[in-house]
């Protein structure tokens, strides 16, 4: 399955069915007088989120969303029937922002929240509904109310328990296939990540989700290499675990270059609780280890881990933290359904 985190979709409610004009006619009533229905109310927009889906890839294909019209009143004072509602299924962790991407309009981060976010028009007035002492055979009657539309970006934010992040090729992939359920694609070359891949990695009883995230270069929070657009997955993670590249020319600059984007790009990243640690330490030697060890545990300020994705040295110690610092298992959150519409104003 194709990875889309993001889409632009067009949705529209449905409009309010017109009322009817209509006069009695029956052989034994002399005065028949009006007896034209009302229309029906116009299909809802309504969003709800899912379990089991972790892309949008189904909105590239599929973008424009027209809820059913009310339809029209008829005679007998009879009300049309209501247009259907349409939902709009998406993933848990989807936020929907306005087509300027400027304001988030909803979030879904709970299994089966729903939410009314575009209301269907109410239908027009039949001319029975028009009739007065005055007027005692209208002709008019409504046509019910227009529908509302506007264009909407979906965006995904994976949910997550534990956010990787590094330079390309600091292990982040290895380092996820070992300790979960993924299969991610390891190479040894630069950005072999291209999209997020989520893992499940059970330990000590304990079941947490693990994402990894392509790896960040310097200028990343600006929109530099591929690693900015994925940045947002990892907001809502509750620990991130930084993966230094041991092996690598300068350690302590590839953790400064992936901290500074950190802070750069904002949303609280920078402020979350980390576990800084030093992969493929099999590929280095021990006395080189240490001085490696001491100088990023001093620009850093914090203790650094020592672990290696491929052969597993070191792994157990580093999940041990992690779930430390997630504590107990929260408690489920009951679904929180919005019976009414979204409002701009």
């Known amino acids: 399955m194709h990875f889309l985190d993001q889409a632009k979709i067009f949705i529209r409610s449905g409009a309010g069915g017109p009322g009817a004009v209509s006069f009695r006619r029956e052989k034994f009533i002399e005065y028949g007088g009006p007896d034209g229905g009302h229309g029906g109310k116009g299909g809802d927009i309504i969003f709800e989120a899912v379990a089991g889906l972790n892309t949008l890839i189904d909105f590239r294909y599929t973008q424009h969303f027209k809820a059913q019209r009310g339809h029209g009143g008829s005679g007998s004072n009879r009300t049309g029937g209501g247009g259907d509602d ?76 534990c956010g990787l992040v590094g330079l390309p090729n600091a292990g982040k992939s290895t380092f996820i296939n070992a300790v979960s359920n993924a299969k991610a694609k390891v190479g040894d070359y630069p950005f072999t990540t291209v999209r997020p891949q989520l893992g499940v990695a059970s330990h000590k009883g304990r079941e947490f989700v693990v994402a990894d995230i392509p790896g960040l270069i310097e200028g990343a929070a600006e929109g530099a290499g591929i690693g900015d657009r994925f940045l947002g997955h990892i907001e809502r993670c509750r620990v991130l675990l930084h993966l230094v590249d041991a092996s690598g020319d300068d350690p302590v600059g590839a953790f400064e270059i992936v901290q500074g984007e950190l802070d750069a790009y904002g949303a609280g990243l920078a402020d979350k609780p980390q576990v800084l640690a030093l992969n493929k330490i099999d590929a280095v030697d021990a006395k080189t280890l240490d001085k490696l060890a001491k100088k990023l545990a001093k620009v850093s300020g914090v203790e650094v881990m020592r672990l290696s994705g491929a052969s597993g040295e070191g792994l157990e110690p580093v999940l041990d933290r992690m779930i430390e610092i997630l504590g107990p298992v929260p408690k489920p959150t009951a679904a929180s359904g919005n019976d009414e519409p979204w409002s701009p104003i």
């Open 86 to 161: 349409l939902v709009i299924k998406v993933p848990v962790g989807t936020q929907i922002l306005s087509e300027d991407k400027e304001t988030v309009l909803a979030d879904f981060t709970v299994p089966g929240q729903r939410q009314v976010f575009l209301r269907g028009g109410d239908g027009g007035r039949g001319n029975a509904s028009y009739k007065t002492s005055t007027n005692r055979a209208p002709r008019q009657h409504g046509t019910g109310w227009p529908a509302e539309e506007m264009w909407v970006w979906l965006r995904l934010k994976l949910l997550a328990d």
